[in-house]
């Protein structure tokens, strides 16, 4: 498995792969602030019961250890969470320009150069001439850094792996297509 399956087998929490630490889960911010990781929070007490306040609570808590999860990957690759995000895009979509980065990441220009000035300096990227246009540079990835992050993600991918595979073929279809409108719900709480 390559890192790209890799890093989207770890960003499996529902506003993943933006690199912020301050993302919150489904119904997360909304109670008295008792909820903890654990889920032993109080909340609001308005929220309905059944299986909509179980699985709301679920998302919420994949919500907070994929933030753990990022911060421990951060740590662990000595980058801060505007490097993991703008390694994250780089690994999925290739060698690109600090502008398309920024673009893509909805962060101004400026602010990208000072993350990928930071990512060279800590030898994770580097900038090489655009092949067509002298004006322009290309961001890529260090040589090591797919490995390095492979290593980090392998124990979360092949556990994700597990728990799918124990699926039935049936219950692998439902929690597909469920995991699928969450994140339509994601992609439509953010339109512009």
């Keep these: 498995m390559d890192v790209k399956s890799a890093e989207a087998g770890a960003r499996t929490g529902p506003g993943a792969g933006t690199g912020a630490g301050a993302r919150t889960g489904p119904g997360a ?7 903890t990781e654990t889920g032993t929070g109080t909340g609001t007490g308005s929220e309905p019961a059944g299986a909509g306040g179980v699985i709301r609570e679920q998302l919420r808590l994949l919500t907070l250890n ?24 780089l690994v999925h979509a290739g060698p690109t320009t600090p502008t398309d980065l920024a673009r893509r990441l909805d962060a101004s220009t400026a602010a990208t150069t000072l993350v990928i000035d930071r990512l060279a300096a800590g030898g994770h990227v ?3 001439p655009h092949p067509t246009d002298r004006r322009k540079v ?4 260090a040589p090591h850094w797919e490995t390095t992050a492979y290593e980090h993600v392998a124990p979360l991918i ?8 124990a699926l039935s073929p049936d219950e692998q ?13 994601y992609d439509e709480a953010i339109k512009p």
């Design 29 to 35: 911010g909304t109670g008295t602030g008792a909820e």
């Design 66 to 89: 994929q933030q753990r999860f990022e911060r421990h990957l951060s740590r662990r690759l000595q980058v801060d969470p505007a490097g993991l995000a703008v390694m994250d895009h």
């Design 126 to 128: 580097t900038r090489q």
């Design 138 to 141: 290309i961001i890529t990835p």
């Design 158 to 165: 092949r556990g994700v792996a597990a728990a799918a595979e």
């Design 173 to 185: 279809a439902t929690v597909a297509a469920f995991l699928r409108r969450i994140v339509g719900v």
